[in-house]
Antibody, heavy 119, light 110 residues
Framework: QVQLAQSGPEMRKPGASVQISCKAS????????MHWVRQAPGQGLEWMGI????????SYTQKFQGRVTMTRDTSTNTVYMDLTNLTSEDTAVYYC????????????WGQGTLVTVSS | QSVLTQPPSASGTPGQRVTISCSGR????????VNWYQHLPGMAPKLLVH???HRPSGVPDRFSGSKSGTSASLAISGLQSEDEADYYC???????????FGGGTKLTVL
């Protein structure tokens, strides 16, 4: 059973960038697609994008295009999500999740990483 | 405003059956299967139903999903206090070329 462990909480000022990591343990996730989903305070879940198993293909929802980059290091079973030009509206809990395909359900989720953007 | 529409709240007493709806359009629910997730505060979301009506192993058969046209539903029978959580539907949207979620339904067990 693959488990996903995310990096710890982050605090940034407006205009800064943040990188969150998500490390898989247990069975390898070499064939898994990885997603990032966020939840702002009092809001619902919002899908941000996906990266394929090799890391060669990504797709980001239009809202975040130009500000988000998803990468993965297959040697360490870790995926990363970089978000730039942060505003207070980016304050949220960010989750990674794995799926068996681009169009497949999210089987397992990370525990979440709180990112707080405040001056 | 979420692409998929869910009622913001639902409630029931222990032992009751409750249903949570999820409404979309032809580009999302109408052409793709629906997944349901349970989200407890401070926890990782958990997959409850995938492919509209399949339960992963370990999910009690009290939880069931269905889909018809551009709508889907999650039914919870034999309601228990531990079912109190937020529930989200999700599916792929062919027009947006991305995954979309409902706004979430907060289930209260009275």
């Amino acid at each position: 059973q693959v488990q996903l462990a995310q990096s710890g909480p982050e605090m940034r000022k407006p205009g800064a960038s943040v990188q969150i990591s998500c490390k898989a343990s247990g069975n390898t996730f070499t064939n898994d697609h990885m997603h990032w989903v966020r939840q702002a305070p009092g809001q619902g879940l919002e899908w941000m994008g996906i990266i394929n198993p090799s890391g060669q293909a990504t797709s980001y929802t239009q809202k975040f295009q130009g500000r988000v980059t998803m990468t993965r290091d297959t040697s360490t079973n870790t995926v990363y999500m970089d978000l730039t030009n942060l505003t207070s509206e980016d304050t949220a809990v960010y989750y990674c999740a794995r799926s068996g395909g681009w169009y497949a359900h999210f089987q397992t989720w990370g525990q979440g990483t709180l990112v707080t953007v405040s001056s | 405003q979420s692409v998929l529409t869910q009622p913001p709240s639902a409630s029931g007493t222990p032992g009751q059956r409750v249903t949570i709806s999820c409404s979309g359009r032809s580009s999302n629910i109408g052409g793709n299967t629906v997944n349901w997730y349970q989200h407890l505060p401070g926890m990782a979301p958990k997959l409850l139903v995938h492919s509209s009506n399949h339960r992963p192993s370990g999910v009690p058969d009290r939880f069931s999903g269905s889909k018809s046209g551009t709508s889907a539903s999650l039914a919870i029978s034999g309601l228990q206090s531990e079912d109190e959580a937020d529930y989200y539907c999700a599916t792929w949207d062919d027009n947006l070329k991305g995954w979309v979620f409902g706004g979430g339904t907060k289930l209260t067990v009275l």
